[in-house]
């Protein structure tokens, strides 16, 4: 198969550990017999500081015309510790979700055999996690009206939805639901937001589409308990923006470390596979950043484009570092360990 893929490093670790994925994709191409072309382009502080803001229109250009996109991260501190700065790295991603239609992000949660005793969280209680968090990416209080009252002292985001927008990610969620265990979880606040209101109504209204999946409706606050209680409880859960965004990172734990995590953002055409992490300021250019989410974003990348096998060798060289110990300083406590650039050499060269 011929690839374009559109490759937006970003900031902090983004650079580093987006390397990892292009030699680990080239190592699966070569093996596969695949064509990747590689379209680098600028993106958060780095395309501030280039052009002036975080995500030209070249850039988008570059998106738009290409298979995929694999990212990396955004974020500057430079920034957040500016509160009056006018133009900030964090907004090139959410322009970026925006122009290119990325409505779903699709945040799964596993564990890894061999990291089972890293999570904070009792093995018996975490143990055969699988779950998926379809996090609406495109609305909501991330997008709402926000601004200043005159007085300069107060501040308002507005969370705003329309029953379009919570149809068309609700029907992932049943569609995700039925190739998997057949059970949904809406995640809101309906006990007190209207917009989850709505949410809940839309929802209800079309599970008579999908009869055998059983629906279940639940408040966020409560998720935030059950979810490091007792996460086998779920399957896929269904959530806007801001609720989806602190129950992913939440989530992460589970499986033992941030920088292990992939995901997927789909929408209207272009996908975009980024690890779930931040751009960890303070760990840019150490060769210390664990690769492994980014690299299993790419496997994502891979099986959304039918080619399974890829994917799944890209799981199981993971794996096999993992149980190895062939891990970044966040996995290998006393053990040796490893630069960023080594585990990326180690996994491509096992594929
Ligand atoms: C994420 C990040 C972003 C978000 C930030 C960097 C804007 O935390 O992808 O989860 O809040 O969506
Ligand atoms: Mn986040």
């Not at 801001?242 to 920088?259: K, P, Q, R």
């Not at 060769?287 to 990348?301: E, G, R």
Request: charged share 30%.
């Amino acid at each position: 198969m011929k690839l374009d893929i559109a490759l937006l490093a970003g900031d902090g670790i983004g650079p580093e550990v987006i390397d990892q994925a292009v030699k680990v994709c080239d190592a699966i191409a070569t093996k596969y017999k695949h064509e990747i072309s590689w379209k680098p382009a600028l993106t958060g502080a780095a395309a501030i500081d280039a052009v002036g803001e975080p995500y030209p229109d070249e850039t988008h250009e570059v998106c738009a015309s290409a298979d995929a996109v694999l990212f990396g991260a955004i974020g500057h501190p430079r920034f957040d510790n500016d509160p009056s700065a006018k133009v900030r790295p964090e907004q090139g991603l959410l322009k970026m979700r925006q122009k290119l239609g990325l409505f779903a992000n699709v945040r799964p949660t596993f564990t890894f055999p061999s990291l089972i005793d890293k999570s904070p969280l009792k093995r018996e209680r975490i143990e055969g996690t699988d779950l998926i968090i379809l996090r609406e990416l495109t609305g909501g209080v991330y997008f709402g009206e926000r601004g200043r009252k005159d007085d300069g002292n107060t501040a308002f985001d507005t969370m705003t939805y329309t029953r379009a927008e919570i149809q068309r990610l609700a029907k992932k969620g049943f569609e995700m639901a039925m190739n998997r265990s057949k059970r949904l979880c809406c995640v809101d606040k309906a006990n007190v937001l209207e917009s989850s209101r709505l949410w809940r109504e839309t929802v209800q209204a079309m599970e008579k589409d999908y009869p055998e999946v059983e629906v279940s409706y639940e408040f966020v606050d409560a998720v935030a308990m059950r979810l490091v209680q007792w996460p086998k409880g779920y399957d896929v859960i269904i959530t806007e923006n801001l609720f989806g965004d602190i129950l992913t990172d939440e989530a992460s734990v589970i499986s033992g470390s941030m920088g292990l995590m992939p995901s997927a953002s789909v929408g209207e055409k272009t996908k975009l596979y980024e690890p779930i992490h931040g751009s960890y300021p303070q760990a840019a250019g150490k060769d210390i950043a664990n690769p492994l989410a980014t690299v299993l974003s790419a496997a994502m990348l891979f099986e959304d484009f039918g080619l399974q096998q890829e994917a799944d060798d890209i799981r199981r060289v993971v794996n096999k570092s993992l149980a190895e110990g062939i891990v970044t300083e966040d996995l290998s406590e006393d053990a040796k360990a490893y630069k960023t650039s080594e585990v990326g050499d180690w996994l491509a060269k096992n594929v």
